[in-house]
């Protein structure tokens, strides 16, 4: 039998949300700043990027200061715990109908695959590219701040490159594993309603 | 510096405001010529300038007469020297002496040559370059527009008609009228666009010809040609930018500011305007990722996305090296192309012409290089006339918009100098007489008293004229995604020492990223797939 949870909070939800909808658009404007395709045209691409850099900075801003005071941050702590059974789970135990090895609680809402993917994004590749894109957002102003010698434009920007292509290849293993719920839609409906149907404890 | 950017907003305004008093909201503020002249002096009323005047040195006297330091300021003058120094690399330039891949040196070819000059009866080399009666006051200060240097004669005007048949024009004489000089001295004034442009207009030889961005389409500009000096726009003239002190012009070619580090020009510095940061400062967008470029890019560069806009078209190649030929009747031959212009000319040989031209860009410090009629030169290659210096490295350069002018000229190719032609003149030595390179090298080599080896060939040549002018208005502005793009004609790709957001990539960085990015398509596809398929088989059991 299964129970509904109520497992992501309404702040949490619309974080994700507003985080995703920035994150599609720095995609799209981002590859067409890199080149790779002309749409908006060079200067909207990057007016817009630069606006949704400053978006999610922003709410990051409020989402740091949420996770510390609901103490939801502990959900990024990693845990090797299990992440056997999680990689059996998704390499053999899902083409055979198994049960899924993680039971999911209000405390414990990533498996412990997601919570090194989480934790590798934050502590790898958000740096990364927040690190190179506050550089390149102010690159009119390295040489008043005397980086101009020491820093490249090029090593910025092919960093930065370098980021996006990692998360843009980690958001598309994201959206590929929210079906791997119950059912295809199951985890995207938790996202949205914040209520998740999980099997009850064995 | 916002503050600074309003309060000389608000005087430009005030004063503008002052200057069409009472006549209602009037659209951009004027900086130009107010219509109605403010001048305390008017000349017409003036016993000096009775007349009846029959020469121009006439004129000049009784100008003097009360202008008494004017000469000597003129004569110290580019306008009147044809020579003037470097201030970067020393050298001794000017018409006189650096070479172009136009008409050539004016040396033996003075009388006709010097119908741009700034002065009356500069023939041959003997001219008296301290006598200030020979300065023409009226070829800058006419406002009349009847004023006029006629073409053969020395910088002189016509001082009676004229009957003449002009080398290039149809054939048959044609009634040339001399200028009413004593009107003309009576209606002085300020310089406008048509005394700088009757000869900046025609330089070359004639309309467009040279600078690519300065014709006659730019006496009455439309907006969209020429932002700052059509009449719906700033209605500015020449010298609003071209700023003189003491009858010396300002932003010289030979002198160019390449990057402004001084800014806004205000009234206790230079007055010198000749550059875009002196009205415009060095923020002038609103976006602070635009006024980033301004570091590394010229304005002209975004700025004047095309030139010879106006509807003339301006010249882009000149062969010399096919000068010469007769037509059937024994004749020689000139023949038009579909426009009208010239395009094979036997004085003078080949041309090719542009419209609406799509500048080349270069780096550019400010240091010209231009190659003199006495230098050594290289003849194994195309020759430079005039490299500019610049690089992504050097902190004084920008990237600027250039005319390249390519051309095939005369040089000795035992001495490997340029020679100096003797075009012009009714001797039996003159190109355009007797079409004969063979006497016309020699003739103006011994003229010009340089070393001439007697045998001549032809080099390919080409010359770097930076775009200043017909600046567009700003929603004309070049877009973003001509420069920052991948493709092979997007504007700056002979650009190639900087990193180009949009243009450059890091290969191996791509190739990782697309296969991360195919990987992770590829592998949730897979792996759905297979769980489809798995779980059929499942349901099926």
Same mark, same amino acid.
């Given at each position: 039998m299964s129970e509904r949870i109520y497992i992501y909070k309404r702040y949490e939800r619309f974080w994700h949300w507003s985080q995703a909808l920035l994150i599609i658009v720095m995609m799209i404007t981002g590859f067409e700043v890199h080149g790779s395709y002309l749409l908006l045209g060079f200067k909207k691409a990057v007016q817009l990027h630069s606006l949704a850099a400053w978006t999610l900075l922003t709410l990051w801003a409020f989402t740091i200061f949420w996770q510390f005071t609901t103490g939801e941050w502990r959900q990024y702590l990693p845990s090797l715990k299990n992440v056997g059974a999680m990689i059996k789970y998704y390499t053999v135990g899902i083409f055979t109908n198994a049960p899924h090895p993680f039971h999911k609680t209000v405390s414990q809402k990533h498996n412990p695959l997601q919570r090194l993917a989480y934790l590798a994004l934050l502590a790898f590749i958000s740096p990364l590219i927040w690190g190179t894109g506050i550089f390149y957002l102010f690159y009119g102003d390295w040489a008043r701040l005397g980086i101009d010698q020491s820093l490249s434009l090029e090593?910025?920007?092919?960093?930065?490159?370098?980021?996006?292509? =990692?998360?843009?290849?980690?958001?598309?293993?994201?959206?590929?594993?929210?079906?791997?719920?119950?059912?295809?839609?199951?985890?995207?409906?938790? =996202?949205?309603?914040?209520?998740?149907?999980?099997d009850e404890k064995h | 510096?916002?503050?600074? +950017?309003?309060?000389?907003?608000?005087?430009?305004?005030?004063?503008?405001?002052?200057?069409?008093?009472?006549?209602?909201?009037?659209?951009?503020?004027?900086?130009?010529?107010?219509?109605?002249?403010?001048?305390?002096?008017?000349?017409?009323?003036?016993?000096?300038?009775?007349?009846?005047?029959?020469?121009?040195?006439?004129?000049?006297?009784?100008?003097?007469?009360?202008?008494?330091?004017?000469?000597?300021?003129?004569?110290?003058?580019?306008?009147?020297?044809?020579?003037?120094?470097?201030?970067?690399?020393?050298?001794?330039?000017?018409?006189?002496?650096?070479?172009?891949?136009?008409?050539?040196?004016?040396?033996?070819?003075?009388? +006709? %040559?010097?119908? %741009?000059?700034?002065?009356?009866?500069? $023939?041959?080399?003997?001219?008296?370059? $301290?006598?200030?009666?020979?300065?023409?006051?009226? &070829?800058?200060?006419?406002?009349?527009?009847?004023?006029? *240097?006629?073409?053969?004669?020395?910088?002189?005007?016509?001082?009676?008609? +004229?009957?003449?048949?002009?080398?290039?024009?149809?054939?048959?004489?044609?009634?040339?009228?001399?200028?009413?000089?004593?009107?003309?001295?009576?209606?002085?004034?300020?310089?406008?666009?048509?005394?700088?442009?009757?000869?900046?207009?025609?330089? #070359?030889?004639?309309?467009?010809?040279?600078?690519?961005?300065?014709?006659?389409?730019?006496?009455?500009?439309?907006?969209?040609?020429?932002?700052?000096?059509?009449?719906?726009?700033?209605?500015?003239?020449?010298?609003?930018?071209?700023?003189?002190n003491a009858h010396q012009p300002s932003g010289s070619r030979y002198a160019a500011t390449a990057k402004d580090k001084h800014g806004f020009d205000l009234p206790k510095d230079d007055h010198n305007h000749a550059t875009c940061e002196s009205c415009h400062g060095f923020t002038p967008h609103k976006e602070a990722k635009i006024n980033n470029h301004t570091d590394k890019v010229a304005c002209q560069t975004c700025h004047i996305p095309e030139f010879a806009r106006g509807g003339i078209a301006t010249k882009l190649l000149w062969d010399w090296s096919t000068a010469g030929k007769m037509g059937?009747?024994?004749?020689?031959?000139?023949?038009?192309?579909?426009?009208?212009?010239?395009?094979?000319?036997?004085? *003078?040989?080949?041309?090719?012409?542009?419209?609406?031209?799509?500048?080349?860009?270069?780096?550019?410090?400010?240091?010209?290089?231009?190659? $003199?009629?006495?230098?050594?030169?290289?003849?194994?290659?195309?020759?430079?006339?005039?490299?500019?210096?610049?690089?992504?490295?050097?902190?004084?350069?920008?990237?600027?918009?250039?005319?390249?002018? +390519?051309?095939?000229?005369?040089?000795?190719?035992?001495?490997? $100098?340029?020679?100096?032609?003797?075009?012009?003149?009714?001797?039996?030595?003159?190109?355009?007489?007797?079409?004969?390179?063979? *006497?016309?090298?020699?003739?103006?080599?011994?003229? &010009?008293?340089?070393?001439?080896?007697?045998?001549? #060939?032809?080099?390919?040549?080409?010359?770097?004229?930076?775009?200043?002018?017909?600046?567009?208005?700003?929603?004309?502005a070049v877009p973003c995604q001509e420069c920052h793009t991948r493709a092979a004609d997007g504007r700056l790709s002979a650009i190639t020492d900087i990193y180009l957001p949009g243009r450059d990539s890091n290969q191996l960085v791509d190739l990782f990223g697309g296969l991360a990015i195919a990987g992770a398509i590829g592998g949730g596809l897979l792996h759905g797939i297979v769980r489809i398929l798995s779980r059929r088989k499942e349901n099926a059991k």
């Amino acid at each position: 039998m299964s129970e509904r949870i109520y497992i992501y909070k309404r702040y949490e939800r619309f974080w994700h949300w507003s985080q995703a909808l920035l994150i599609i658009v720095m995609m799209i404007t981002g590859f067409e700043v890199h080149g790779s395709y002309l749409l908006l045209g060079f200067k909207k691409a990057v007016q817009l990027h630069s606006l949704a850099a400053w978006t999610l900075l922003t709410l990051w801003a409020f989402t740091i200061f949420w996770q510390f005071t609901t103490g939801e941050w502990r959900q990024y702590l990693p845990s090797l715990k299990n992440v056997g059974a999680m990689i059996k789970y998704y390499t053999v135990g899902i083409f055979t109908n198994a049960p899924h090895p993680f039971h999911k609680t209000v405390s414990q809402k990533h498996n412990p695959l997601q919570r090194l993917a989480y934790l590798a994004l934050l502590a790898f590749i958000s740096p990364l590219i927040w690190g190179t894109g506050i550089f390149y957002l102010f690159y009119g102003d390295w040489a008043r701040l005397g980086i101009d010698q020491s820093l490249s434009l090029e090593t910025v920007a092919v960093l930065h490159t370098l980021g996006a292509y =990692m998360i843009t290849a980690f958001f598309f293993i994201h959206v590929y594993l929210t079906t791997t719920g119950h059912t295809v839609f199951a985890h995207i409906k938790a =996202m949205i309603t914040g209520w998740e149907e999980v099997d009850e404890k064995h | 510096m916002d503050h600074l +950017r309003r309060l000389i907003g608000a005087a430009l305004l005030g004063a503008a405001l002052l200057a069409q008093a009472a006549e209602g909201p009037v659209p951009p503020p004027a900086i130009g010529k107010a219509e109605i002249s403010s001048s305390t002096t008017d000349h017409s009323k003036l016993e000096a300038l009775k007349g009846p005047f029959k020469t121009g040195p006439e004129v000049t006297k009784a100008c003097l007469s009360c202008h008494n330091t004017a000469g000597h300021q003129v004569m110290k003058s580019i306008h009147w020297t044809w020579e003037t120094k470097s201030p970067t690399t020393g050298k001794t330039l000017g018409k006189k002496w650096a070479a172009n891949n136009f008409c050539g040196s004016p040396l033996s070819n003075e009388t +006709r %040559c010097t119908s %741009c000059h700034a002065g009356y009866g500069w $023939t041959d080399k003997n001219f008296d370059f $301290t006598n200030q009666d020979n300065v023409d006051c009226l &070829a800058c200060h006419d406002t009349t527009g009847t004023y006029k *240097k006629f073409g053969p004669d020395g910088g002189h005007p016509l001082y009676a008609d +004229r009957e003449f048949e002009p080398m290039e024009g149809p054939p048959g004489k044609k009634l040339f009228k001399a200028p009413d000089l004593t009107k003309i001295a009576q209606h002085v004034g300020q310089p406008g666009r048509a005394n700088c442009g009757a000869c900046h207009f025609n330089g #070359g030889g004639g309309d467009a010809v040279k600078h690519g961005d300065l014709d006659s389409s730019l006496k009455n500009p439309s907006r969209e040609l020429d932002v700052h000096m059509a009449k719906d726009g700033a209605n500015m003239v020449c010298a609003d930018c071209h700023t003189f002190n003491a009858h010396q012009p300002s932003g010289s070619r030979y002198a160019a500011t390449a990057k402004d580090k001084h800014g806004f020009d205000l009234p206790k510095d230079d007055h010198n305007h000749a550059t875009c940061e002196s009205c415009h400062g060095f923020t002038p967008h609103k976006e602070a990722k635009i006024n980033n470029h301004t570091d590394k890019v010229a304005c002209q560069t975004c700025h004047i996305p095309e030139f010879a806009r106006g509807g003339i078209a301006t010249k882009l190649l000149w062969d010399w090296s096919t000068a010469g030929k007769m037509g059937p009747d024994g004749k020689p031959l000139f023949i038009k192309d579909d426009h009208g212009h010239l395009k094979y000319s036997a004085a *003078k040989g080949d041309f090719k012409y542009g419209e609406n031209v799509r500048p080349e860009y270069k780096w550019y410090n400010g240091i010209v290089h231009p190659v $003199t009629i006495t230098d050594k030169i290289d003849d194994s290659k195309v020759l430079e006339l005039n490299r500019v210096e610049g690089s992504a490295s050097d902190p004084n350069a920008r990237i600027w918009p250039f005319k390249v002018m +390519r051309g095939k000229q005369a040089y000795d190719t035992e001495n490997k $100098t340029l020679v100096v032609n003797h075009v012009f003149g009714d001797d039996d030595t003159a190109l355009w007489k007797h079409y004969d390179y063979a *006497k016309s090298i020699k003739a103006g080599m011994e003229y &010009a008293g340089l070393p001439y080896s007697g045998k001549f #060939g032809f080099i390919e040549t080409q010359m770097n004229w930076f775009i200043t002018h017909m600046v567009a208005p700003k929603e004309k502005a070049v877009p973003c995604q001509e420069c920052h793009t991948r493709a092979a004609d997007g504007r700056l790709s002979a650009i190639t020492d900087i990193y180009l957001p949009g243009r450059d990539s890091n290969q191996l960085v791509d190739l990782f990223g697309g296969l991360a990015i195919a990987g992770a398509i590829g592998g949730g596809l897979l792996h759905g797939i297979v769980r489809i398929l798995s779980r059929r088989k499942e349901n099926a059991k």
